[in-house]
């Protein structure tokens, strides 16, 4: 994932030797003992690295299946030639027994146990006069361990807390704590210990003292925005808790007050600024980024790639890409293709973050878009395409040229899913947005809007006005579906609005209810997934499961 690949070669053997199965079922001996591990800062630092190599396959896993294709940014093919995970989730088929929902709850279980790990032993580790090393080292696993809480929580809801190093037998017998005792009794708390711990980016150092401002990890200003985003979702659906509103504000504010303070930080200027930002470049890895899961080619790369669209032929790319059947849904590719009044479309649409179609190529046929009428909030019809490929992670050779790069990702990758392409988790938008939805609470609209005018205006979009609450709000949460589309962003903002259920009907309903789709799936409940199948059975009984499965 980084360039340390001496320290990613280590913590594999370290991390990776125990199964990667069931990690609630069956977790892994602790190998890190006090007299064979984590007895140096170095070693110290390899185990906290080994925790951010845990997360490669979220982009696919939880990012892309579990939060787009769930969401109505994407419409899928309910029918492909075969059980498809994303198919499932998308209509709300899945049961507890998919896949994917056992991949992520590992996943995420493993951050937690390799963290709990680093936590409990380099508490213990002497690094002599080097201490702020040794509190950021311990930031960082925090970070991380409130993390994937966080993401737990809002996927199954009530899980086990684990908060130590355990034995498989310990680990049986945990119960679930609540959702929100998960939030209140372990993220919040390990999210505010990364907050005091962790050192600016530029002050972020390895266990030799050089810095690792390159490097992409956990800084003060991640934990900063990842707090705002947990007390954002505190302030909505199910808890609706209006204390974390101020509580959201003041973190919103910490965050937007610093990147204004630092020359701008996190906001890419121009437009062309803003594509570059998505290029496997050395230069624009972590430039706009508050925090991005890091990708590297070697075997450490970005596999979403892989799964995120349809087939590209040679003059995009000579790597084979899966061809699913996962395409922009038609509505939000309706705001990618308005004429504006310079009589050009969203600078971020068309060629960078979708893919209407292609031309044949020898021995490639032509991709041919379909079109069909989209019936807008006024009544009146367009015509819009219906299969557009999201294209904004793809660092295509045509994309490469027409940004006037010297790239060459596709040289050094190991195979077809070793994309260089990092994930971002935090950006500087997703801040600015959920601050200008607390700004119309307040009534100071103008002062909303601007916040989604400063970003339409980068994009080459016209800008908008209104002095109504509602209104306001309406183009906030559409700025925030445009400009963070493909994050895996969009599934939890429906959910914290309250609004994932009448949406999902409401997509069902414009692409006409076709088989394999039922309106009738998507239950009360389903804003959670399902405790999956393996993890009910480690112990019979102990865990409970969620409404509507």
């Known amino acids: 994932m980084f360039k340390l690949k001496n320290i990613l070669q280590l913590s594999a053997l370290m991390f ?31 185990g906290v690295v080994g925790i951010y190599s845990d997360l490669r396959e979220l982009a696919n896993s939880e990012y892309l299946l579990m939060s787009e294709c769930r969401s109505d940014n994407a419409w899928t093919d309910p029918r492909p030639n075969g059980l498809r995970d994303f198919s499932e989730i998308s209509t709300f088929r899945a049961t507890n027994d998919l896949a994917t929902f056992n991949s992520v709850w590992n996943t995420w279980y493993k951050v937690i146990y390799d963290a709990n790990t680093a936590i409990a032993k ?7 006069s080097n201490d702020k090393i040794k509190k950021q080292f311990m930031g960082e696993a925090y970070f991380l361990r409130g993390w994937a809480y966080f993401e737990l929580s809002r996927l199954f809801g009530n899980v086990p807390i684990i908060d130590a190093p355990l034995s498989p037998g310990e680990v049986k017998k945990v119960p679930q704590s609540s959702a929100r005792e998960v939030l209140d009794n372990i993220v919040v708390p390990d999210l505010i210990n990364a907050q005091t711990m962790l050192p ?28 705002a985003r947990v007390y954002m979702t505190l302030a909505g659906f199910p ?26 930080k996190y ?37 979403a790639l892989f ?18 059947e996962i395409y922009v849904e038609k509505s939000l590719m309706y ?36 079109k069909e009428k989209l019936i807008l909030e006024d009544g009146s019809q367009v015509d819009v395409y219906t299969k557009s490929m999201f294209y904004k992670f793809m660092p295509s050779k045509r994309k490469i040229a027409e940004l006037g790069m010297s790239l060459t990702p596709e040289a050094t990758m190991k195979d077809d899913n070793d994309w260089p392409v990092n994930l971002p988790i935090l950006r500087l938008e997703d801040m600015m947005l959920m601050y200008a939805e607390l700004l119309v609470e307040e009534g100071k609209i103008t002062e909303a809007v ?27 949460k559409r700025e925030r579906r445009i400009e963070l589309m493909g994050e895996g962003v969009r599934w939890f903002d429906l959910v914290r609005w309250g609004e994932w259920q009448t949406e999902i009907q409401r997509l069902f309903d414009s692409y006409h209810n076709p088989d394999g789709t039922d309106k009738n799936n998507v239950k009360t409940g389903r804003y959670l997934y399902p405790i999956p199948l393996n993890q009910l059975n480690v112990t019979p009984g102990l865990y409970k499961q969620n409404e509507g499965y």
């Open 450 to 476: 601007a916040y989604v005018n400063d970003i339409r205006k980068r994009a080459g979009c016209d800008e908008v006005n209104t002095v109504n609450a509602a209104d306001a709000l309406k183009l906030i």
């Open 335 to 370: 705001e990618f293709d308005k004429i504006y009044s310079d009589g050009k479309k969203d600078g971020r649409g068309n060629g960078f973050s979708v893919l209407t179609g292609y031309e044949a190529e020898p021995n490639y046929p032509a991709y041919t878009n379909t």
């Open 16 to 46: 990776f030797v125990m199964s990667c199965d069931d990690y609630l079922e069956t977790p892994p001996a602790d190998l890190m003992t006090s007299d064979g591990f984590y007895q140096t800062p170095s070693q110290s630092e390899q």
């Open 307 to 324: 799964n995120f669209s349809m087939a590209l032929p040679p003059s995009y790319t000579n790597r084979r890409i899966f061809g699913n």
């Open 122 to 128: 380099i508490a213990g580790c002497n690094f002599e």
């Open 200 to 227: 600016l980016k530029e002050n972020m150092v390895g266990a030799n003292g050089t810095s690792i401002v390159s490097q992409g990890r956990a800084d003060k200003m991640a934990a900063e925005a990842m707090l």
């Open 267 to 303: 906001w890419a200027p121009t437009l062309d600024e803003w594509r570059k930002q998505w290029m496997p470049s050395t230069d624009y890895y972590n430039k706009y980024s508050i925090f991005a899961i890091q990708y590297r080619t070697g075997g450490t790369g970005n596999s």
């Open 239 to 264: 808890y609706n808790d209006s204390d974390a509103k101020i509580l959201a504000k003041k973190q919103l504010e910490i965050v937007l007050n610093y990147s204004k303070s630092n020359q701008n």
